[in-house]
């Protein structure tokens, strides 16, 4: 799943990289009412990419404000 990741997103190679959009993606998911468990559980990388994009989406839309 992993090299899946990294050939969608060549940045996540780089470990500090990809924690840092994983805590994003689980603050978005949080904020959209899934729980921490659910979030753990995706294995999906096409979930995983919605998910990070959802995320920037909402953080550039935060930043517009």
């Known amino acids: 799943m992993m090299s899946t990741l990294i050939d969608a997103r060549p940045e ?7 924690e840092a959009d994983r ?3 689980l603050r978005y998911g949080t904020s959209i009412g899934m729980t921490i468990e659910d979030l753990m559980r995706i294995t999906d ?3 995983i990419l919605w998910l990070w994009a959802a995320a920037e989406a909402k953080t550039l839309e935060c930043e517009k404000v």
């Open 12 to 18: 996540w190679a780089d470990q500090d990289t990809f």
């Open 45 to 47: 990388p096409d979930v």
């Open 23 to 25: 805590e994003k993606m």
